[in-house]
């Protein structure tokens, strides 16, 4: 068993920036609403083109730097990690995703 497990373990180490872009984009358009509404709470005060321009500003430079930032972060955590714990990580990690997409009834 253990020469599968490890095979499978390397298929997913090749695999590693699309399943670090897959959590964090999945990550994003689960919670991206809520970032979305507390940055427009905390700009309310502010006249709307400079809210408009700030709102531009968190969607391309903001939204992009957080990206490529957890995406690396990710993959630094998952090279390091043993061929069983990388295979539960990465599977409990959607599912963990999955439940969390359900519970804010994006599904």
């Known amino acids: 068993m253990q020469p599968y497990i490890h095979q499978f373990a390397n298929f997913l180490r090749l695999h590693m920036d699309s399943i670090s872009v897959g959590l964090v984009a ?12 507390y940055f427009k709470k905390i700009t309310k005060s502010i006249p ?7 709102f531009v500003l968190l969607c391309s ?3 992009a730097f957080l990206s490529s930032q957890l ?4 993959k630094y955590f998952l090279h ?15 599912i963990v995703l999955a439940f969390c997409a359900r519970s804010g009834k994006d599904i």
Request: glycine fraction near 14%; avoid cysteine; hydrophobic fraction near 60%.
């Open 61 to 63: 430079a903001g939204y």
């Open 80 to 94: 390091g990690q043993a061929d069983l714990a990388l295979i539960g990580i990465i599977a409990a990690a959607f």
């Open 48 to 54: 709307f083109l400079g809210r408009f321009a700030l």
């Open 26 to 37: 999945t990550l994003l358009i689960i919670y991206g609403e809520h970032i979305n509404g």
């Open 71 to 74: 995406v690396k972060l990710i």
